[in-house]
DNA sequence: TACATGACTATCC
DNA sequence: GGGATAGCCATGT
């Protein structure tokens, strides 16, 4: 049964546009807590695969970070690459320009 | 109820 | 600059 706190990390997902990407840190930020691993877990139990773009949440240095599905991280920087966003070495290529910052 | 774990981050060497 | 350590909150056993 997912809680209240995963919903509201699910829901706050689907508000990523497409090529784009945001960190764990922003998406605790936006939801306003420190909770940042707990955020980790969260998107990582999401059941809404298609539907939740988690794979547009990486880590806040610009690596990867993890993914759940498919081939696993592979899949994640596949997906993210055919959005326009540039993978190199598992790190985002640019990414203060892809970054995106949730906006209240 | 209490303990251990994790799709992380920040700090220290 | 890179690797290791500590801190963090929510979840699952």
């Known amino acids: 049964m997912a809680t209240l706190f995963q919903h509201a990390v699910w829901k706050a997902l689907e508000k990523i546009p497409s090529g784009k990407v945001t960190s764990y840190a922003a998406l605790a930020r936006y939801l306003e ?55 190199s070495e598992g790190k985002i290529v640019d990414f203060d320009t892809v970054f995106w910052e949730f906006t209240p």
């Open 33 to 87: 807590t420190r909770a940042v691993r707990a955020v980790g877990s969260a998107v990582g139990k999401n059941p809404n695969a298609p539907q939740v773009p988690c794979h547009r949440v990486v880590r806040g240095d610009g690596t990867i970070g993890n993914y759940s599905g498919g081939e696993g991280v592979a899949t994640k920087i596949r997906l993210l690459s055919q959005e326009g966003v540039e993978i």
